[in-house]
């Protein structure tokens, strides 16, 4: 295909339009910005030098200078305004549409709340409901948990992965008896009953994944196999060990600090067992378009870090006879997640579900696929549940022929080990 390229004519190109289109809603957010912290400040707040930071095809993110500051203002903010109509932004599910905006706000409105060392995320100074905004603390310009893991130092990236999946222990463990100050923020905001996004999709693919494993792959899953994944969502459940999730742990999200690892974005915030959280960084990350894999050991030590965090909340998650077959449970509804996610594009018949919680690019869907297989083949044998083993193992040889017999490169930072 050509790409758009812009001429010497009078006539605006397709990349004008679109770089007006992307000025104007850039100008718009600041604007709903100034009037929220007016209405505030009861006086004039001016923001300049507008950065826009990108965001989605759901928001506007940019990061602004307080030029007329009437009260206590930090000298620069960032703004995230939602944009469109709350159903225009929303993820669908077979029964109802989900809107992100009360979910982020009541994520951020929760750890303003708390104090400043058990926080790990940027402070709230505003937001409103009707224009979709809200205006949070400048966290700066720091790497991210992602440049670490795309540099060229391996013990830089180490240090920031183990620094990362600590603060997240240590966020999980700080919230660990909120769910119910969350759950009355979100009916502030009108959600009247909340629900993990996760769960959807969780309890979709135990329905489908046998019937897709047969039908696509000619992989037959034995009943125990089938048995022990039905128990895993037992962790969807009121479980004891619930916490605050960001639900899609992402490197890209995760800002490195003088102060410590930095978690943004929560437009799927929530509570769930926290042995969800630990395992979607050991897969590594199946809310994250950034196909690698982890070096040998450097899963276990993740988990290790993060432990180190919750087991001050909850002690027995040290032991390993207990939390090794939670991580399991969890381990093993996220790659049946990922599988009707993805298996639909490695076998290329078009088709999509209906709602999903991860995404990979499709060139390396097989081998990412793949990957997650094994996970579970590892984790199941350390746990002796040889049906899972069994299945896992029977799953990566038929990913084989389309692409599953290609592991997946290291992170860049680790390419050298």
């Given at each position: 295909?050509?790409?758009?390229?812009?001429?010497?004519?009078?006539?605006?190109?397709v990349?004008?339009?679109?770089?007006?289109?992307?000025?104007r809603?850039?100008?718009?957010?600041?604007?709903l910005?100034?009037?929220?912290?007016?209405?505030?400040a009861?006086?004039?707040?001016?923001?300049?030098?507008?950065e826009?930071?990108?965001?989605?095809?759901?928001?506007?993110?940019v990061?602004?200078?307080v030029a007329?500051?009437p009260?206590?203002?930090?000298?620069s903010?960032?703004?995230?305004?939602?944009?469109?109509e709350a159903?225009?932004?929303?993820?669908?599910?077979?029964?109802?549409?989900?809107?992100?905006?009360?979910?982020?706000?009541?994520?951020?409105?929760?750890?303003t709340?708390?104090?400043?060392?058990?926080?790990?995320t940027?402070?709230?100074y505003a937001?409103?409901?009707?224009?979709?905004?809200?205006?949070?603390?400048?966290?700066g310009?720091?790497a991210?948990l992602a440049?670490?893991?795309h540099?060229?130092?391996?013990?830089?990236a180490?240090?920031?992965l183990?620094g990362?999946t600590?603060?997240?222990?240590?966020?999980?463990a700080?919230?660990a008896?909120?769910?119910?100050?969350?759950g009355?923020l979100?009916?502030?905001?009108?959600?009247?009953?909340?629900?993990?996004?996760l769960a959807?999709?969780?309890?979709?693919?135990?329905?489908?994944?046998?019937?897709?494993?047969?039908?696509?792959?000619?992989?037959?899953?034995?009943?125990?196999?089938?048995?022990?994944?039905?128990?895993?969502?037992g962790?969807?459940?009121?479980?004891?060990?619930?916490a605050?999730s960001?639900?899609?742990?992402?490197?890209?999200?995760?800002?490195l600090?003088?102060?410590g690892?930095?978690?943004?974005?929560?437009?799927?915030?929530?509570?769930?067992?926290?042995?969800?959280?630990?395992s979607?960084?050991?897969?590594?990350?199946p809310?994250?378009?950034?196909?690698?894999?982890?070096?040998?050991?450097?899963?276990?030590?993740?988990?290790?870090s993060?432990?180190?965090?919750?087991?001050?909340?909850?002690?027995?998650?040290?032991?390993?006879?207990?939390?090794?077959?939670?991580?399991?449970?969890?381990?093993?509804?996220?790659?049946?997640?990922c599988?009707?996610s993805?298996l639909p594009?490695?076998?290329?018949?078009?088709?999509a579900?209906?709602?999903?919680?991860?995404?990979?690019p499709?060139?390396?869907?097989?081998?990412v696929?793949?990957?997650?297989?094994?996970?579970?083949?590892?984790?199941?044998?350390?746990q002796?549940?040889?049906?899972?083993v069994?299945?896992?193992?029977?799953?990566?040889?038929?990913l084989a022929?389309?692409?599953?017999s290609?592991?997946?490169?290291?992170?860049?930072?680790?390419?050298g080990?």
């Open positions: 295909m050509t790409p758009l390229t812009a001429d010497d004519s009078d006539t605006p190109s990349l004008d339009a679109a770089a007006g289109r992307t000025d809603s850039v100008e718009r957010t600041v604007e910005a100034e009037e929220l912290l007016t209405r505030r009861g006086a004039r707040v001016r923001l300049a030098d507008a826009d930071l990108g965001g989605s095809t759901r928001s506007r993110v990061r602004v200078r007329q500051n009260f206590s203002l930090p000298r903010l960032v703004v995230k305004h939602y944009l469109g159903a225009a932004s929303a993820r669908t599910s077979a029964t109802e549409r989900v809107d992100p905006f009360p979910y982020e706000a009541a994520s951020c409105q929760l750890f709340a708390m104090p400043a060392d058990d926080r790990a940027p402070t709230l937001t409103d409901p009707q224009r979709r905004l809200l205006v949070l603390e400048d966290l310009r720091g991210t440049d670490k893991m540099g060229d130092d391996p013990k830089a180490e240090r920031a183990l990362a600590r603060a997240l222990g240590r966020l999980q700080a919230t008896a909120r769910e119910g100050d969350f009355a979100l009916r502030r905001s009108g959600v009247k009953h909340w629900r993990d996004p959807d999709d969780a309890r979709s693919a135990l329905a489908e994944i046998p019937d897709l494993l047969a039908g696509r792959l000619r992989v037959e899953a034995a009943p125990a196999a089938v048995q022990h994944a039905r128990a895993a969502a962790l969807l459940g009121g479980t004891r060990y619930r605050f960001p639900s899609e742990v992402s490197p890209e999200n995760c800002l600090t003088g102060a690892a930095r978690f943004l974005d929560f437009e799927w915030g929530c509570f769930r067992d926290v042995a969800f959280t630990a979607s960084v050991r897969l590594p990350f809310g994250w378009a950034a196909p690698y894999a982890l070096p040998t050991g450097m899963a276990e030590a993740m988990t290790a993060w432990q180190s965090e919750v087991a001050g909340v909850w002690p027995e998650l040290a032991d390993p006879a207990v939390a090794g077959p939670r991580h399991l449970a969890a381990t093993t509804l996220w790659v049946w997640v599988t009707r993805l594009v490695v076998v290329g018949d078009g088709r579900p209906e709602q999903v919680v991860v995404g990979r499709p060139e390396r869907a097989a081998a696929l793949s990957g997650y297989w094994q996970r579970l083949a590892t984790d199941a044998a350390r002796d549940e040889p049906a899972v069994d299945l896992a193992e029977a799953v990566v040889g038929a022929p389309f692409g599953g290609r592991p997946l490169p290291p992170f860049p930072a680790f390419a080990r």
